[in-house]
């Protein structure tokens, strides 16, 4: 102690120099290391041995560090020897292996292995999903629907037979008596409940009237008491696991929780926790996984608790911080600064054959003000399907390429980059460009060609597919990259095409799956944003309607008529091959069906387990008018346009998500054509009264109520869940929380408290110098994710 107060006087004496005198101080790695050798966590160690060769502002820093430090030790008089020696090997026990847990048994470190859960920290969080109240109970006391573990005498069990009940236990608590119901009457029943028997049971207490029964208890024969997270599996994994394995992954998660949590570190400044009165990450870790016993359970299955909403908050706090750490760098890094010909801009959007929507003028000007700076752009640029978007790609890829930089433009499939690159040749042939196409299925000698001519900078606007970010592909000096439909591309694949560049090239992502604003938030943190809001005028929504499968014959009426007008149809289903366990109608066999319904016309199939070459080639032909129908799975590709076609059907309608129907009916009604979209749905659902079917039908009538495909978004995510959305979203990005849900009210509110503590942070700090934790853990886990530009 007393050496600690000497190190204590010492830094604080230093601290109170100024920075030409601390510039001079050396020696002080030295003198404290004596002084306080064995108290200081590792990496704090390491920053004081190089302490003497740093600037004062960093050597500030990092004697504030070990200052608090040694408040903290000094302050808490009860810390043992013991625990001091802990502290020292805190950030090791993160990655502690779950193999060294000795006080495991050898059956829960199966159930953590199965789980994918590797060391502490894994399993620090791996966090209940909900949680059960299994607390003991008195029956007199509770309500309706509420659950609890019950200790019984049993009075009488005996063999009834109420509709599906076969077995009734009446049973006895402090004088109250009530029932417990049983589906069956196997023999343990009666062997269980032994008259007189004192039992512990626990189930979901009903209540008619007086009478308070429980139906099917669980029969407990060990100390099953108190508040219970609980787990699920976590991703689509496809691992089978029984409530055994879960009960002993409980157990296995509260024994690790409960006697490792204290030394993992806390990376939360500590004038945030003050600032929303969080608790410490200890605290918070061992209360998830085992609630106090009085918890109040409601509030804790909101997730509400304080030391659930810290846990929340973290998370999203360190992808916010990330988001905002990346976007600084991104903002100091050099770039090509464009010079914006006005005359030529205009001269361009004169000679378009259609008038800009007032959204594309915004969104252009937002896109050329950013182009215009000398850091790089980094833009995500949403528009609902048929909002133009192409155009406005177009324009600002004009303005680069006559500063002399190279433009590249990357769509998912082939046909897409055929489909812009048409576009572009078309928007601007009066400008005298060299505009080429470069995709995978040129021959070698052609791809040479270009590749040759794009290293001389003789091409100006390079529009392609992943041929693009082939290692052939080399620039002269590539300022620009647009990406279209970017949900389609991984982190790693923008990477390739971006570091062709000579510097950080400007950068703008495009897509046409609204994202709602919560998720934009959540994942899009470090993009700026531009939205096309308003249809091109005169664009007709396309009429949508839910069809019943008994009203089949006014699909097929419609749809003659729409073919003989010598319009064509799409008909989608939701999935390939029938599996065991859905009674799907396949693609393959609605094939089938639509060739039967229609054997004078001519129909293509197109379906996900095709090679990306067929399926193209089938768009091609059917976009030359090959076939009237078009029956598909969901492969068919976002953004191709088939101006012919006027028909969408979406059979099964109920298995979609309405962005995904929105998406789909975008393709038809896209020329001068008006479009229908049919929703079919099986009879099951006409007057329907189960609250499922209400609901899926709810959900359906949206798509007939508005063409918004923001507004559908939002209403999918409310009424059928984030998954989906989230999916979209964010593949490519791979970022899966642990606790987080943004579907949960209380994540939203901690989400707006993220961002902004997230920004004020990194405006203050922005290399996090006097946070070497935060930022060691912000790195580890979303340098490769959000390919942050490394800063030494
Ligand atoms: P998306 O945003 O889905 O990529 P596109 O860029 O493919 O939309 O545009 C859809 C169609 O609308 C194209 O045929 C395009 O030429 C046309 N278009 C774009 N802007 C306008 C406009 N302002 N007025 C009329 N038609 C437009
Ligand atoms: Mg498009």
């Known amino acids: 102690m007393e050496n600690l107060q000497k190190a204590k006087q010492i830094i604080e004496k230093t601290l109170s120099y100024d920075d030409i005198l601390l510039s001079r101080v050396k020696g002080l790695s030295n003198t404290l290391n004596d002084l306080i050798y064995g108290v200081l966590p590792k990496d704090l160690y390491e920053d004081l041995q190089y302490i003497d060769g740093l600037s004062p502002a960093k050597k500030r820093a990092i004697l504030k560090m070990v200052n608090d430090y040694i408040d903290l030790i000094l302050n808490k008089k009860t810390l043992k020897q013991q625990e001091k020696k802990d502290i020292k090997k805190l950030p090791i026990e993160r990655f502690r292996q779950i193999t060294e847990f000795k006080e495991l ?69 402090k004088g109250n008596r009530f029932s417990l119901y049983f589906f069956h009457d196997k023999p343990f029943l009666f062997t269980f409940f032994r008259k007189d028997k004192v039992v512990k049971i626990f189930g979901k207490v009903k209540v008619y009237g007086k009478e308070k029964s429980i139906l099917q208890p669980e029969l407990l024969n060990e100390d099953f008491e108190g508040i219970f997270g609980v787990y699920s599996l976590r991703g689509d994994s496809n691992i089978k696991i029984t409530s055994q394995t879960l009960n002993h992954l409980r157990r ?15 990376i939360l400044p500590s004038y945030i926790l003050e600032k929303y009165g969080f ?217 390739r095409l971006t570091d062709k560049s000579h510097k950080y090239p400007h950068t703008m992502v495009m897509t046409a799956t609204p994202i709602p604003r919560t998720m934009a938030l959540a994942y899009f943190g470090d993009l700026d944003k531009s939205i096309i809001d308003e249809l091109p005028k005169g664009r007709k929504p396309v009429k949508t309607a839910i069809l019943f499968e008994s009203e089949r014959n006014y699909l097929y009426k419609k749809v003659r008529e729409e073919i003989e007008k010598g319009r064509q149809v799409f008909v989608i ?68 346009d088939v101006p012919n076609a006027s028909v969408m059907v979406i059979e099964e309608a109920h298995r979609f998500g309405l962005s995904q129907i929105h998406q789909l009916r975008g393709r038809v009604g896209r020329g001068q054509y008006e479009g229908f979209c049919f929703l079919m749905v099986p009879d099951e659902f006409k007057n329907a009264t189960e609250p499922s079917r209400l609901k899926t039908l709810e959900r359906l009538k949206i798509l007939v109520r508005t063409n918004d495909g923001f507004k559908i978004a939002e209403e999918d ?24 849900d ?35 853990y912000m790195l580890e886990k979303y340098k490769d994710k959000l390919d942050i530009v490394n800063i030494a």
């Open 105 to 173: 048994k050898p059956i829960e470190k199966r159930a953590l292995k199965k789980v994918g859960i590797k060391n502490a920290e894994d399993a620090f969080f791996y966090i209940p999903k909900r949680y059960e109240d299994r607390r003991l109970k008195d029956i007199q006391k509770v309500k309706d629907g509420e659950t609890g573990t019950f200790e019984c005498k049993v009075i009488e069990t005996k063999k009834i037979n109420k509709g599906k009940i076969k077995v009734e236990v009446v049973v006895e608590q």
């Open 573 to 640: 289903y939701p999935l390939i091959e029938e599996s065991e366990k859905s009674d799907l109608k396949s693609a393959m066999e609605g094939y089938k069906h639509w060739k039967e319904a229609f054997p004078d016309k001519e129909a293509f199939l197109l379906h996900g387990k095709m090679k990306q070459e067929e399926k193209d080639r089938i768009m091609r032909a059917f976009l030359a008018k090959e076939a009237h129908i078009l029956v598909s799975t969901t492969v068919i590709e976002v953004g191709v």
């Open 279 to 495: 608790p410490d990450i200890s605290e918070s870790i061992k209360n998830i996984h085992k609630p106090p016993e009085n918890e109040n359970i409601d509030k804790l299955n909101d997730f509400e608790t304080d030391y659930q909403k810290r846990l929340i908050f973290q998370e999203l706090f360190i992808l916010q911080l990330a988001q905002k750490y990346k976007k600084y760098h991104i903002q100091k890094e050099p770039s090509y600064k464009i010079k914006i010909d006005l005359d030529l801009l205009e001269e361009a959007i004169k000679s378009l054959p259609f008038e800009l929507t007032n959204a594309q003028k915004r969104v252009l000007k937002e896109i050329l003000d950013d182009l215009s700076r000398d850091f790089p752009m980094n833009r995500l640029v949403q528009g609902d399907v048929g909002s133009g978007k192409t155009v406005i790609a177009a324009l600002s890829a004009l303005m680069v390429a006559k500063n002399g930089y190279q433009v590249a433009v990357m769509a998912p499939t082939e046909i897409l980059a055929n489909q812009h690159y048409k576009n572009f040749v078309n928007f601007l042939q009066k400008f005298n460009l060299n505009i080429k196409l470069l995709t995978g299925s040129l021959s070698q000698k052609e791809k040479k060609e270009i590749y040759q001519d794009i290293k001389d900078g003789k091409v100006d606007i390079v529009i392609g597919t992943h041929a693009l970010i082939e290692d052939d592909v080399e620039f002269k000096n590539l300022a620009f990259v647009i990406i279209d439909e970017q949900h389609r591309f991984g982190v790693e694949q923008r990477k």
């Open 742 to 776: 943004l579907e949960r009210p209380i994540d939203l509110i901690l989400m707006e408290d993220a961002i902004k503590e997230a920004e004020n942070l990194i405006k203050q700090d922005p290399e996090l110098t006097n946070f070497p934790l935060l930022k060691q």
């Open 252 to 266: 296995a998660l509260i024994k690790i929780s409960q006697k490792y949590a204290d030394y993992y570190p806390d």
């Open 717 to 740: 995510l409310r009424l059928r869940g984030a998954g989906d959305i989230a999916g979209t979203a964010q593949s490519g990005k791979n970022i899966d929380f642990s606790i987080v």
